[in-house]
Each structure stands twice: as structure tokens, then as C-alpha cells.
């Protein structure tokens, strides 16, 4: 009876530890209200069963994992390593987590959340276009400029709420409630194969939701933050998405190799020493793993490949170089890596105040492609243009920029130029020549 009880003493304690360091950890990666979000389905897709034997599976993607994170030094990959090591925990316990629980570590990493934000911009200018085209194929008087659409002499700006970060996010953790609810219901669990249909197929309904997510806030007209508004985007994510993905999933049947057995879960009466050790080593590592790395700048001032000498030098802040002359600004921002993020106009003009407007590519007379857009803060007005190069190799693309990266030997930066009016920004980008 007092081993017995020594036993549970010490499992709670080793599962208390896990948890707190996990909670301190953690809390590094809770910025985006899509994490909060993410965080509200994770009760609904979370479920285990009792392993036979141990799996050692999750212990080699931990160590993989943690080793990435000190030679690549990246944030998903810190997170990846502490969602590893939890679950690693719970395998101690001989519980395996079901697969669905790994993509929604998937779904939330900074990682997803950066690309979805990256990603979606150029993916919200051609929902724009296509919108346009179907009122004009309709015979309606439309001009698209950009991620504005003119109809009938009033402007409807496409926000990034049409395609960004927000319903990526959401769209996948319905996906993964529904099956977690499939699979409860049959008592058996979907393999790896069918759960990635099931995203391509939720990734192809999202696109087809917020397009006509756009079309009927063209036609409706309703202003942004309105009930209208809002209703719209509520009743196109449920009509365009959710009802569509409920009736395939229903339709597609779960295996039935892998039978799910009710079971209740009992604290083992011996707890490896072994175990116990091993689950605190890799807990102190990632404990020490910092959440953000100290990077080097691949550039300086004088490695620039611009002719910079008609811009004088501001100062160099978070690896960022600001320049400017009499009529514009100039910001170089060195992309660290080809599989990390990099500084982005859309977010970092964002977090200065300002608001995007007019959003749109535009081909330069020598062929070169550059996004520009229009910035509002207040009643200030601004023009701002950027795009990707290594000094020889030019575009918008962004996996143009990092493919390229991959294999070039020079690092690859971020141009963005701003001025104060749109004929002023293009005459600054012309001038602009690489040594």
C-alpha cells in the first residue's frame, strides 16, 4: 500500500513538473488571437489510447527536433520541440496521442502563422481579380485596382480578413473537430493519408469560401466591422465550408484497422527510473532552448548590392538598414534564411500604425514585378513598393526568392522604398541600380 502510494506521488509530481515547464514555455508563443483560437479546439480533437508497448517514434522526433533547433534556430522548430517532449511524456504513461493532435501542432506553430500571413497576401489581390471578372463577365461597370474593387462608383477594399491569417487557422481546426467527432463515433481512427485529403480538400473549400465570402460584400456593400459584414463572412464560412466538408467526411469511411478501444485510463503501478530521468533530461534542454535566437547579419552596409549613394545612412536596427534622401525612405532587410521568415512590409508597417490600401502588383518598364501599396495612418498618406533580391535575381514570388536561396551563395534581402506620392515611389525605384 505505501509503495503503491509513493508510486502515485511520484508520477503526479513528474506529471505536474512536465506540465509547469511546459505552461512557463509555452506562453513565449501565445501572441496571435488564431493561437487563442487554436487553443479553444484543441479539447474537441485531443484524444489517446493505451499503447501496448513503447513507441519511440516520438522520442526520435524530439530529438530531431531539438537538435534542428540549435542548427537552424528556429522558432517552430523550439516549438515543435516542446509539443514533442510533452507528448513524449505522456508516452512514459504508455498513452499514444492520437495523429490528429500532431497536425494541430501543426496548425498553430509560428511557422503556419507566418506563412498563412505571407502567403494569403498575393492569394487575396487574385480572389480580387476573379471577383472582378465574374461582375464584368456579368455586364456590370467593375474596375479592379489592385485588392479594390469599383463597382457602380463605390470602392469596396478586399481586407486581409477575405483571405488571411484568421480563416486558414479556424477552417483547419473545424476540419480536425470533425474527424476527432468521426472517429469517437465509429470508435476507429483515420490514417495519415486520408487525414491529408481531408486538408487539401478544406484548403481548396477555404479559397471557394472567401471568394464568394468577397462577392457577396461587393453586391451587399456592407461596411467593415458592421453585423452585415460580419454576417456575411459567418454565413459563407458555415454555407461554402463547413456544410460541404461535414457531408464528404460523412460520406468517406474511417479505417477499420484501427480500432479505438474504450478504455480508462489507470496510473501504472511502476514508473521506469529510466523513464523518469530521460523525460527530465530533454526537459531541461528545451527549457534552455531560447525562443528567440541571436542571428547574424548576413549584409553590412558596405556588402549591400545597391548603389546607395544617393541616399544617406539613418542606422541599422534588428538587422534592418534605413537610408533616405529628400524624397523617400529605403529600408534593405536581409532574408536569414530560405526556410525562415523575413522582414515583410505588410506586418511591419502594420505594427507602425498604419493601414494597407490599394495592394497590388505592378510590372516595372524593365520586366521586373514589385508589389506597392498605398499607407493610411490618420491623415497621413504614404506609397510604399518592395520585392526580394540577391542583387541579380529579382521578385515578388515568395517561393521564387526562397528556392533561389537554397541554392545561392548570396543571401537574399527585402527592398522596400516608401515615399510620399505614387509618381515620386516609381521614380525612386527607377533610379535605383544594383552593382
Known sequence: MKSLLKSKISIYSLASIIFILFLLKIRSFIYHDSFISALVFLPFIFRYKKMEKTNYITLFILVVSIAASWYFQRRSLVYLSLFSWLIFGFNTFRLQINKLTWFWILFSSPAFLYGSKIFSFPLRLKLTEMAGNVFQNLGMNVLVDGNEIQINGNAFLVDPACAGLHFWTIGFMVLLALLSWKEKKNNQEYNLWKIIFFVGITAILSVFSNFFRILSLVITQYPENSFGHEAVGLASFLIYLVIPLAFIISKIKVNHQEILKKQTFQIP?????????????????????????????????????????????????????????????????????????????????????????????????????????????????????????????????????????????KPFMLVNITAESKEELFQQIRVLRYQ
Open 269 to 409: 503501478k511502476k514508473l521506469s527510473l529510466k523513464m523518469i530521468f530521460t523525460v527530465a533530461f530533454f526537459g531541461g534542454i528545451i527549457y534552455s532552448l531560447p525562443v528567440y535566437f541571436e542571428e547574424k547579419n548576413p549584409l553590412t552596409k558596405e556588402t549591400i548590392p545597391i548603389q546607395l549613394d544617393r541616399y544617406k545612412f539613418v542606422n541599422e536596427k534588428n538587422m534592418v538598414f534605413q537610408f533616405q534622401n529628400e524624397s523617400s525612405l529605403l529600408y534593405i532587410k536581409p532574408c536569414l534564411s530560405a526556410f525562415g521568415s523575413c522582414h515583410n512590409p505588410t506586418i511591419c508597417w502594420k505594427g507602425s500604425g498604419y493601414q494597407f490600401s490599394n495592394e497590388k502588383v505592378h510590372q516595372l518598364e524593365d520586366h521586373r514585378s514589385i508589389y506597392w501599396a498605398k499607407l493610411i495612418k490618420e491623415k497621413e498618406q504614404l506609397y510604399t513598393a518592395w520585392w526580394y533580391t540577391d542583387g541579380v535575381y529579382h521578385t515578388v514570388d515568395q517561393f521564387g526568392w526562397r528556392s533561389r536561396g537554397v541554392q545561392s551563395e
